[in-house]
């Protein structure tokens, strides 16, 4: 079997497009967020509201990182916050009309990086990626779910 550098691969893959990503933002004059705010946003762009958990669990923030920046996003007018009706301990996190108006800018400049990404690719070679890909971080979910599953035993197990 050849050499793989699959792993390497998309370390790289993912550094150099989110510089390219943070350089396209920061030059569109209507983009009220910064890349690392984006990820909040796009979570909230796909589905809204959400907690601080489940921003931190599909945005990868640590918890420091996120009440800063959930913050700041409150401040600059793109997210509202509230109790949650369903558990009174947490807020809920949504966003306002100038956050939702903000996914217009988030996709043309996710348009404009894909084709950089896919510069030179067919259609076919397009789908081909995109399917290796996903079964890439299918395989990658899978792995991990059993590691959450042996570490909620663990505590489970210690707990007794």
């Known amino acids: 079997m050849k050499t793989k550098k699959g792993g390497y691969l998309t370390l790289k893959i993912r550094l150099l497009n989110t510089r390219l990503f943070n350089r396209y933002l920061t030059a569109d004059p209507r983009a009220c967020y910064n890349a690392?705010?984006?990820?909040?946003l796009?979570?909230?762009w796909d589905h809204h509201p959400q907690t601080a958990t489940e921003l931190a669990q599909v945005t990868g923030l640590a918890n420091s990182s996120?009440?800063?920046?959930?913050?700041?996003?409150?401040?600059q007018g793109l997210l509202m916050s509230e109790q949650s009706p369903l558990d009174k301990r947490k807020r809920v996190f949504d966003?306002?009309?100038?956050?939702?108006?903000q996914q217009q800018v988030g996709d043309d400049v996710s348009q404009?990086?894909?084709?950089?990404?896919?510069k030179g690719f067919s259609d076919a070679?397009?789908?081909?990626?995109?399917g290796y890909l996903e079964r890439i971080l299918a395989n990658l979910e899978a792995e991990a779910a059993v590691f959450n599953r042996q570490a909620k035993g663990e505590r489970t197990n210690n707990d007794n």
Do not use: P
């Open 112 to 118: 404009r990086l894909s084709a950089v990404f896919y």
């Open 95 to 101: 966003l306002t009309e100038q956050g939702a108006n």
């Open 66 to 75: 996120l009440s800063l920046m959930l913050r700041r996003l409150e401040e």
């Open 36 to 40: 690392e705010q984006g990820k909040i």
């Open 125 to 130: 070679e397009v789908a081909a990626v995109d």
């Open 42 to 44: 796009s979570a909230l």
